[in-house]
């Protein structure tokens, strides 16, 4: 049991537990005064679900002990700080209220199932998510400007006429602070590691033999190209499950910000003016 309550996922449960318990103080819900503490039905079927929803499987009865300790802890606390009245006007709690909200708002995934026809609407729409990009396996070998200063084209160019009469690759050029090898990248993540300019010139490559010098973000590289895979379009029936995880994702966001908007549209918004600097 207490190595239960110290385990990460029962603190981030506690959480929410006690955004659920000061949801009730700042709104009177709970006596502060009263000194028994119920766990009824609705909170245990409320535990169940929290956990269900954070671990994907249900809670075993050694887990369920551990969350009903947890929720008594938090609610005789949350009750104490009520009769001391450390809901009223705390920014903390309104943070958690809200995140609270946003919780409920969300709802259940487990309520939206598309039907097959709907699935592929949906994807035919979103093709371009699910389509493979095209990428390359590259080796490289890397030359510092810094040590070797306005010798740097000169000492990479050496290295490749060392490339081209045999020399093992992995015993030329500087250490690198990445990887000296790359499988499978697309575009965007060379760009991402190298700069734009890397990716670029890397893509233009052919396969299978080492480049000229090539500038990157860090300095020269001699590039070779060991595979090249070509971007290719995805198909619907051996990503189904992929993007069936994909669509209900996206309509549970979508459900959980119009619930959002429909809260906040109850209420009137008065924004202040801002005060005009002092001349």
């Not at 802890?73 to 809200?98: C, N, P, T, V, Y």
């Not at 026809?117 to 035919?124: K, Q």
């Not at 090898?181 to 060379?190: F, H």
Request: charged share 30%; glycine share 6%.
């Amino acid at each position: 049991m207490k190595k239960l309550l110290r385990e990460p996922l029962v603190h981030f449960l506690a959480l929410g537990l006690l955004v659920f318990l000061t949801d009730y103080l700042w709104a009177g819900g709970l006596d502060s005064n009263d000194q028994t503490i119920v766990v009824s039905q609705s909170v245990l079927a409320r535990l169940d679900d929290t956990w269900i929803r954070t671990t994907g499987a249900a809670p075993s009865d050694e887990d369920r002990k551990g969350l009903v300790a947890q929720y008594v802890e938090d609610e005789a606390l949350a009750r104490e700080a009520g009769r001391l009245g450390m809901a009223e006007g705390d920014e903390i709690i309104k943070r958690r209220l809200a995140q609270k909200m946003r919780f409920v708002a969300a709802g259940s995934e487990s309520d939206i199932e598309p039907s097959e026809s709907e699935l592929e609407r949906w994807f035919e729409k979103n093709r371009d998510k699910f389509n493979i990009s095209e990428t390359r396996s590259f080796n490289h070998i890397y030359f510092s400007p810094e040590r070797h200063g306005d010798a740097l084209e000169a000492v990479a160019d050496g290295a490749r006429e060392k490339l081209q009469n045999g020399a093992d690759w992995k015993s030329l050029g500087d250490p690198f602070m990445q990887k000296r090898s790359y499988a499978a990248l697309p575009q965007n993540e060379v760009a991402r590691a190298f700069g734009p300019d890397f990716a670029k010139a890397v893509f233009a490559l052919p396969k299978g033999q080492w480049s000229k010098p090539v500038g990157s973000a860090f300095g020269l590289h001699l590039v070779r190209i060991e595979v090249i895979d070509q971007a290719a379009k995805a198909d619907f029936a051996a990503n189904r499950d992929r993007i069936r995880a994909a669509y209900i994702e996206a309509k549970a966001g979508e459900e959980n910000q119009a619930e959002i908007d429909r809260i906040v549209g109850r209420y009137k918004v008065v924004v202040a003016q801002t005060k005009e600097p002092a001349r």
